[in-house]
């Protein structure tokens, strides 16, 4: 398994490469723009070039993009529905054009609203994506820590949507802090199993395409989208060698998403500490 982070592409796409290489990071998720504005960023030749170069000759691989925060296919503002649909479809080229793997997005909430309401919205809002997007680029859902009706805390409602879709251009991410919030024991053998069976049974391994790796500010099943830094929460670093140990999570990247031990990020020592459970195992 590669291990790596979310890091920063302020100052030009390339930079997230020189960040990735400080902290130790084998593989990254950036965003393709602010994930707090529907404004994209347009990238040009010179910088795209330069990113795929620094990527090439770094071996920081494989590169994921997260989608906006805005993001909510669940929605029941037509307006918002639409610049949903439009941003991530965005950031789909701009997986194209980096050669990222896909967009790890979360659905959205239904704001009380039941999935029953929406999930015929959902699932075309994600045809209209994968319609207008290059066909070497993932579509992946989070799951959801189950917070604000949030949909995707559960296994059967990620599977239900991909069956409806149809395409193996959708994919998955775990979020190993949602898991737990909602209430898959990660952090036990026993737990970890039964989860990645309902997870096989439900979706298939072969959909699973990346972890993000956080620890948990909130206890098992407490329904709160909180990260921590690894060891410092409910899952702790025995939890995180439970996780990695698994036969499953054997070749998929794993991408801290934490607050940093500075609180600015994903940091090195977080890095570390991955890579030190890994080499224990």
Not at 112 to 128: L, N, P, T
Request: hydrophobic residues 40%.
């Amino acid at each position: 398994m590669r291990i790596g982070a979310h890091v920063s592409t302020a100052g030009g796409a390339d930079k997230a490469i020189d960040r990735a290489q400080l902290l130790g990071a084998e593989t990254i998720q950036v965003f393709g723009s602010s994930p707090q504005s529907w404004r994209r960023k347009l990238y040009g030749e010179i910088e795209v070039e330069a990113f795929r170069q620094k990527a090439q000759d770094s071996a920081v691989s494989p590169v994921f993009l997260h989608g906006v925060y805005l993001a909510n296919l669940a929605t029941s503002n037509p307006e918002n529905l639409a610049k949903s649909v439009e941003a991530i479809s965005h950031d789909m080229h701009v997986c194209h054009l980096l050669g990222a793997m896909g967009v790890i997005f979360h659905v959205g909430s239904h704001r009380g609203a039941g999935i029953e309401i929406v999930f015929h919205q959902i699932v075309d809002s994600v045809r209209q994506v994968l319609e207008s997007t290059p066909e070497d680029t993932w579509l992946i859902l989070e799951n959801s820590a189950g917070m604000g009706d949030a949909i995707g805390s559960r296994f059967s409602e990620l599977a239900r949507i991909m069956d409806e879709v149809g395409s193996d251009r959708v994919r998955v991410c775990l979020d190993t802090q949602h898991m737990f919030a909602s209430g898959y024991d990660v952090k036990t053998k026993n737990g970890l199993d039964h989860a990645m069976t309902e997870f096989q049974e439900e979706i298939g391994l072969a959909n699973l395409v990346a972890v993000h790796a956080n620890d948990s500010k909130c206890p098992l099943g407490g329904g709160v989208d909180r990260h921590e830094n690894i060891g410092e929460g409910y899952i702790g670093r025995d939890g995180f060698a439970n996780i990695m140990e698994h036969a499953v999570f054997q070749e998929v990247p794993f991408l801290l998403e934490v607050p940093g031990f500075a609180n600015q990020g994903p940091d090195k020592e977080n890095v570390d500490i991955l890579k030190a459970i890994r080499a224990s195992l």
